[in-house]
């Protein structure tokens, strides 16, 4: 399959283990991921390496033309399970370039910015400083991706504060369409290479998407680095003609019409793995 989509939950936070964070940090808006929620990244990204090669031939020479690219909410959360997920699939090919694995950041996925989240706005300083973070990375020298910096964003920055339900619904279906749309409009003048996109973003986002992926209502509590699958099915394929069409009534004609699977005249996104986390069996308290 030519274009995947995989949705990911960032892994275990700190300020949900440990309850005197949120006292002792200048930033008690934007924890970091605890040691267990990095090993969980890293498995995370070693499953993603593992599942795409159901859906492809195995010789080595169409493993090579894989082009992975990771979408990310700019929180530290995020961005470390990205890059957690980058260094799983790195380290499971040994003769993947950084060049295979780009790195994206995009605030369309950020947390819901919410007052039920937060009593005051998030500043957008954050993104400034992952950035900084991932300049002073890339600069010492990691070889298992690249940032990609030329990416010009869906948001640039965090959404308004405070954000209603409607507005966070419709900002990340906003999301999907504006990171998938150039990858599926490609692929009708070039199918040779697989391309696997990963979002990895917060628990509402996550549903969003997913929601608006399998056009059911999928809505559930994803685990720390819960992933969902969504295999895009070109129209007029063999594979598009076996998938049954499925209807629903969306209660909200804008998130209807930002929806990149609705009608779409090019295909349909088809979920077949959602919310699990089974690949981390075997990780302490997962």
């Not at 969003?208 to 809505?219: D, G, L």
Request: net charge negative.
């Amino acid at each position: 399959m030519p274009l995947t989509l995989f949705l990911v939950r960032h892994g275990e936070r700190m300020d949900h283990v440990e309850s005197s964070f949120l006292y002792t940090t200048p930033t008690p808006y934007d924890p970091p991921l605890t040691p267990r929620g990095k090993r969980q990244a890293e498995k995370t990204g070693a499953y993603i390496y593992d599942i795409r090669l159901e859906t492809i031939d195995k010789d080595r020479d169409h493993q090579r033309n894989a082009e992975y690219v990771i979408y990310v909410s700019p929180f530290l959360r995020t961005v470390e399970t990205a890059v957690g997920i980058a260094e799983g699939i790195s380290t499971s090919q040994s003769n993947l370039p950084a060049s295979a694995i780009k790195l994206r950041i995009e605030s369309a996925l950020a947390e819901w910015h919410t007052a039920a989240y937060y009593a005051q706005a998030v500043p957008n300083s954050i993104i400034t400083t992952r950035v900084e973070e991932l300049h002073r990375l890339t600069a010492s020298g990691q070889p298992f991706f690249e940032v990609d910096w030329t990416y010009k964003p869906v948001f640039d920055q965090l959404p308004d504060y405070p954000e209603g339900i409607y507005e966070v619904s419709k900002r990340c279906a906003d999301a999907l369409q504006g990171i998938a749309a150039p990858y599926i409009e490609s692929l009708q003048q070039d199918s040779s290479k697989d391309i696997v996109l990963i979002i990895v973003t917060h628990g509402w986002c996550f549903n969003v998407i997913q929601e608006a992926c399998s056009k059911e209502s999928t809505w559930t509590e994803a685990g720390f680095c819960a992933i969902s699958r969504a295999r895009w099915i070109p129209k007029g394929t063999q594979e598009e003609q076996r998938v049954p069409s499925i209807k629903i009534d969306l209660p909200d004609e804008d998130i209807k019409k930002a929806d990149v699977n609705d009608n779409n005249p090019l295909g349909k996104w088809i979920v077949d793995i959602t919310s699990s986390v089974e690949h981390l069996k075997g990780i302490l308290g997962s």
